[in-house]
């Protein structure tokens, strides 16, 4: 699986941004599509899951404020970001998960990461 991951940039605290996860491959073996983000010194951070079942999950630090959404037409997962504050500065990364058997036909999840999209939030 490929990923393309864009629509990063600079905004205002309070504002809002919508990144894109663009999905490429083997889309059918994904079982789950997350967003993270990572800051200078700080390990990567789960800031939001989907499920190829359509159930989510967030971190408590943007619930209520961030939606992750999916249009599988496009094969695209979305992540809508509201009322951004400036601790929300980060390279944001898309990841997916995929499912697959080995040669002892034992489950495997495999991920794959897209490159990072930059966050800014200005105060």
């Known amino acids: 699986v490929q990923l393309q991951a864009s629509g990063g940039g600079l905004v205002q605290a309070g504002g809002s941004l919508k990144l894109a996860c663009a999905a490429s491959?083997?889309?059918?073996?994904?079982?789950?599509v997350g967003w993270y983000r990572q800051g200078p010194g700080r390990e990567r951070e789960l800031v939001a899951t989907?499920?190829?079942?359509?159930?989510?999950n967030y971190a408590d630090s943007v619930k209520g404020r961030f939606t992750i959404s999916r249009d599988n037409a496009k094969n695209t997962v979305y992540l809508q970001m509201n009322s951004l504050k400036p601790e929300d500065t980060d390279v944001y990364y898309c990841?997916?998960?995929?499912?697959?058997?080995?040669?002892?036909?034992?489950?495997?999840?495999?991920?794959?990461w897209g490159q990072g999209t930059l966050v800014t939030v200005s105060s």
């Open positions: 491959g083997s889309i059918r073996s994904i079982t789950a």
């Open positions: 989907i499920t190829s079942g359509g159930n989510t």
């Open positions: 990841a997916a998960d995929t499912l697959y058997y080995n040669d002892y036909s034992e489950p495997v999840v495999d991920r794959s």
